[in-house]
C-alpha cells in the first residue's frame, strides 16, 4: 500500500514546518484583496500561519503579513483569523 504524502508549509512567524491542514493561509488575489484561503487552492500570493490566536498578534505587531504580501493587510482581516479559529 503507498503512503500518501502530507504536504509540509513553514509559518511565516514563527518559522515552525507544518502539515498545511495545520496552517491558515492569507492571500493578495490579482485584484488586490486580502482573503483567506481555507482550501489552500485560490490564485494569488500567499501566506501561511499557524492556527493560534498569539501567532495572529505576532503578525499583526510585526506587520509580517504586509511585507511578505507586499500590501497593507486591514484589521479586518486579523478579526476574521481569530473567528476562522473560534
Known amino acids: 500500500m503507498k503512503i500518501k504524502k502530507i504536504p509540509m508549509r ?5 518559522r515552525e514546518k507544518l502539515p ?17 484561503d481555507l482550501t ?3 490564485n494569488g500570493r500567499g501566506a501561511y500561519l499557524k492556527k493560534d ?3 495572529f498578534e505576532k503578525a499583526k505587531k510585526s506587520k509580517i503579513l504586509d511585507k511578505i504580501l507586499e500590501i497593507e493587510v486591514p484589521e479586518s482581516v486579523f478579526e476574521e483569523l481569530k473567528q476562522v479559529v473560534k
Not at 10 to 14: A, R
Not at 20 to 31: A, P, S
Open 40 to 42: 489552500g487552492k485560490k
Open 10 to 14: 513553514s509559518c511565516v512567524v514563527t
Open 53 to 55: 490566536l498569539e501567532v
Open 20 to 36: 498545511k491542514m495545520d496552517l491558515i493561509r492569507v492571500v493578495r488575489t490579482k485584484e488586490g484583496k486580502i482573503e483567506i
